[in-house]
């Protein structure tokens, strides 16, 4: 049964990162409520939407200080709001993207990125052929701008998606540069210093995964 009261959102410190990896689908699903022209939303219904069991959803929620009404439920706009606070996305940041390939100049287009309060500011590949061209209404800078460009657009989020061989000494130059939050797309693992997030999305590795469950499901065995 959904709890009554309210409280403070909590410091990202304070909420495990479990917790935190699962608020990107409440905030979708809430999305999806709003467009339907839901108000209000008891925690069974939000849960389904999200694809989350309900007592999970409620105990992510009240530990961020969020609570629904009894026998109402939850408002759908007011803890819309209330994640996209939690999540920061109430204000803007500034995108660089390293790696101007195919992948590259797809994230560049990527619509996901202004809807969600973060705007590509800077294009950069090492590669003569590839510098020059625009992506996105961007110009594509050379490697050596990299430290510029984060400066000068005060970019605090960057995106690699270079090859694997050069992803670690991108990463130490965003780094260097002063960018604090990496999404990297480069298969192998990187390397970061304590207070820089870093976030992988290995596609490889991924389609691996749906391959042995196929694999399995189809009675492969060994």
């Keep these: 049964m959904d709890g009554t009261g309210a409280g ?8 495990p990162t479990a917790t935190i990896s699962r608020l990107p ?3 979708r699903a809430l999305a999806t409520l709003m467009a339907r022209g839901v108000v209000t939303a008891p925690s069974g219904v939000l849960a389904e939407v999200a694809g989350v069991r309900p007592e999970q959803l409620r105990k992510d929620l009240s530990l961020l200080g969020a609570h629904g009404r009894r026998g109402v439920g939850y408002d759908v706009a007011g803890l819309r709001a209330e994640l996209e606070a939690t999540l920061g996305l109430t204000r803007e940041r500034r995108v660089v993207i390293v790696g101007v390939g195919n992948l590259g100049r ?10 969600r309060g973060f705007v590509v500011v800077g ?11 625009r992506a996105a209404g961007l110009l594509v800078e050379p490697l050596e701008r990299l430290d510029a460009l984060v400066r000068d657009q005060e970019a605090t989020v960057a995106v690699i998606a270079t090859p694997a061989e050069v992803a670690q000494d991108v990463c130490d130059r965003l780094v260097r540069a002063g960018v604090r939050g990496i999404l ?15 976030r992988a999305v290995d596609l490889g590795s991924e389609l691996q995964i749906l391959a042995f469950h196929d694999h399995h499901r189809s009675g492969g065995g060994r």
């Design 184 to 198: 990297s797309f480069a298969p192998r693992p990187l390397q970061v210093p304590v207070g820089v997030d870093l």
């Design 25 to 27: 689908g409440y905030l």
């Design 8 to 15: 403070r959102a909590r410091t990202k410190g304070s909420v």
């Design 123 to 133: 294009l950069v590949d090492a590669d003569p052929a590839v510098v020059g061209t």
């Design 106 to 115: 797809a994230l560049a287009r990527y619509p996901g990125f202004p809807d």
